[in-house]
């Protein structure tokens, strides 16, 4: 089978002789190198791997970034290799390489992602044509377990993230507890059900497919199950991100992700509202008076003018400008939706899918 580490200067086609695929083998393979996540995996084999590779393209030897902090060199073979492990059929490797090159925009911030002591895991985020051609699932439990391309895709940017990128826990990568979502955290933008524009158009992307990568927290549950008009709904949202835990009350760059299921969405669009209508009420509506942000941090990477305010009165923002509440819609029937915190040092970035 093909060797998924890729160290800074390695070979991209390391083969180890494994003759029993067995899940015992291929487990106590996995553990002896320090390889994979803990689940079974599926072997690499060069036969499953250059399958992986023709559905897609391209140079297998063509590299398409360092991935840190090891700085792991990420060629299309690397990638292949990693998206056998994780179970992904053949076809799914562009999206797994547009993500990836998402992921090493310097507005990530992939070294401090992957070193932080933070629970921080990449969501991806799936667009347009390729989420109905791959099977990915938009709608109900979208952001859970039952759908082949969102677990496997999102494992395998995970497994990129450890093999290529030195991302181990307790080595590469420093989180406390970690979190849930670093085994796979992968959804799909339900396009059929927004009543917007989709999100990579909000973003200035035009392209069939896209990706998004933002890296934050765990999803926040909001629900509202009575209201039929956008206010009260919000205010719910609100009240789930106007809080001191997350990264987002120091920083004041930081992005929230704002999940809104079909149902929440409709209901706040019948009234007129757009999607800036959201965000601009949400940043209106996710405050804190200063004396409370103020008391809690000692350190405070906020704009001069948060800090020039002096009233401790004064009800302050969780991010400094209506732009960074990202909005888009994503899962099934049922009134509710959620909220994605950021690490805060980070940016998101959306990127087309190459044909």
């Not at 009420?281 to 103020?294: D, G, M």
């Amino acid at each position: 089978m093909v060797a998924p580490q890729q160290a800074p200067g390695a070979g991209a086609s390391d083969e180890l002789d494994v003759v029993d695929e067995s899940p015992e083998t291929l487990y106590a393979l996995c553990r002896e190198r320090g390889w994979g996540d803990g689940l079974p995996i599926v072997a690499p084999t060069p036969q499953r791997v250059d399958a992986m590779l023709a559905a897609h393209g391209g140079d297998p030897d063509r590299s398409v970034g360092l991935v840190p902090p090891r700085d792991g060199e990420a060629t299309l073979r690397a990638l292949a290799v990693n998206a056998v492990m994780a179970g992904c059929e053949p076809g799914t490797l562009g999206v797994i390489e547009a993500a990836v090159r998402a992921l090493l925009h310097p507005e990530v911030n992939l070294r401090g992602v992957q070193a932080t002591t933070h629970p921080v895991a990449p969501l991806l985020i799936v667009h347009g044509e390729v989420v109905d051609l791959l099977g990915f699932n938009a709608a109900t439990g979208t952001f859970g377990p039952g759908w082949r391309a969102n677990a496997t895709v999102g494992r395998a940017i995970r497994f990129v993230l450890m093999h290529v990128g030195g991302g181990y826990p307790d080595r590469g990568d420093a989180s406390t507890q970690g979190q849930p979502s670093k085994y796979t955290y992968c959804i799909a933008e339900n396009a059929a059900a927004c009543p917007w524009p989709t999100y990579p158009r909000s973003r200035g992307v035009d392209a069939p497919s896209a990706v998004t990568v933002h890296c934050g927290e765990n999803p926040h549950n909001f629900h509202d199950m009575e209201s039929d008009e956008p206010v009260r709904i919000l205010t719910k949202a609100a009240s789930a991100m106007a809080t001191l835990a997350p990264n987002n009350a120091p920083i004041s760059q930081a992005e929230f992700f704002v999940v809104l299921g079909p149902e929440h969405a409709a209901t706040i669009a019948s009234c007129g509202w757009s999607r800036t209508d959201v965000q601009s009420f949400l940043f209106e509506a996710t405050r804190l008076p200063r004396r409370v942000l103020r008391s809690a941090f000692d350190v405070l990477a906020w704009r001069p003018w948060l800090l020039a305010i002096d009233d401790d009165d004064e009800l302050l923002p969780m991010t400094e400008h209506p732009d960074n509440y990202r909005v888009l819609v994503a899962g099934g029937p049922g009134k509710h939706s959620c909220v994605v915190p950021s690490w805060g040092m980070t940016k998101s970035v959306t990127l087309p899918v190459e044909a």
